[in-house]
């Protein structure tokens, strides 16, 4: 690693297959705490390239268990974090309304680094119960529309870099690499990224994945749709900017949805959005979202089609069931 980290620090990049083999022997526990962090510090100083990125990319699906759901038609809905905006657990709520909507939804998640309230955390908070079983994944997914991979028990690799990520509480290239290492690999994503940079990195990388998807990225800075302003959305064969009337919502302000300062709060807040006592511009938010997430696996009905199921699935109850039955299956 010595060798390795001067060679950084003189300004130099790594190939794809040194990345990868960088990668492996950090999970495999060939290097220790400072060196990690030190490696995971030179990526706080500049950009990922994309030959990194990608190295790194391969080498966490190499060490992964793969789950096979390959029965459903799943899309993730998941962000890279990292954007410091604290915001309610959009992507997660999102998820759900996406279930409610009745397409199939593999959730990846993992607990928070670098804010109050991750996706592991809000359903452990609820006394959701991690599994890695493929039989129990399948039948949450035929009863609720959902399933919820936890990411350390899919890449139980990483526990050597947990604790420097979580010492350090910052975002780091390993925010990046979450959304790309579903251990279902569905067949299409919804990914937000906090940085343009980011944006156009992955939208190069999942060019090739042959998947369908749609990465999205507040130009003010978060890593979802928020409403706060213009977002720009890439697909396969477009790149797009909307402003939140192109969706017919009006704009809202970072206040309105904050998510809090704990696990508590972001929970409590969570619920009550979901059982319907949301305001409007938290409705909002979370309606847009899953309405791309769904025009994101079938275009065909148009946008304005899929804001309808969205919010239908919000007002119905029927995310809310989805919730409700994936947390009893537990």
Do not use: W
């Not at 690799?157 to 990046?176: D, W, Y």
């Amino acid at each position: 690693m010595k060798d390795t980290l001067q060679y950084l620090f003189d300004h130099r990049t790594l190939g794809k297959e040194d990345a990868k083999l960088i990668l492996r022997n950090m999970a495999e526990g060939k290097y220790n705490d400072a060196e990690i962090a030190a490696f995971i510090s030179v990526y706080l100083m500049r950009s990922i390239t994309l030959e990194e990125l990608a190295g790194f990319r391969d080498a966490l699906l190499e060490l992964c268990s793969p789950v096979d759901l390959s029965d459903f038609n799943t899309i993730d809905v998941c962000g890279t974090g990292g954007d410091e905006k604290n915001t309610f657990n959009i992507s997660t709520m999102t998820a759900f309304l996406v279930a409610g909507a009745g397409a199939k939804v593999a959730k990846h998640g993992n607990y928070s680094v670098s804010s109050a309230c991750g996706s592991s955390n809000v359903l452990e908070y609820f006394g959701y119960s991690f599994s890695n079983d493929p039989d129990r994944l399948k039948r949450e997914m035929d009863k609720c529309n959902i399933c919820f991979l936890h990411a350390p028990l899919f890449n139980p690799a990483m526990k050597n870099v947990a604790p420097v990520r979580r010492s350090l509480r910052i975002k780091t290239f390993f925010n990046m690499l979450g959304p790309m290492v579903n251990p279902s690999n569905p067949q299409n994503q919804m990914i937000g990224v906090f940085s343009l940079d980011v944006a156009r990195l992955y939208h190069y990388l999942y060019q090739e994945s042959g998947k369908e998807f749609c990465i999205v990225h507040s130009i003010d800075g978060y890593d979802e749709i928020s409403l706060t302003g213009a977002f720009k959305a890439f697909t396969r064969s477009t790149e797009r900017t909307f402003v939140p009337g192109d969706l017919g919502l009006d704009p809202v302000t970072p206040a309105d949805i904050y998510g809090g300062t704990s696990v508590e709060m972001a929970a409590s807040l969570f619920l009550k959005i979901l059982e319907g006592k949301g305001s409007r511009a938290q409705n909002d938010v979370v309606v847009a979202n899953a309405a791309l997430a769904l025009y994101c696996m079938d275009e065909n009905p148009g946008m304005d089609q899929c804001l309808g199921r969205a919010r239908e699935a919000l007002e119905s109850g029927s995310a809310l069931k989805a919730f409700k039955q994936l947390i009893a299956y537990t």
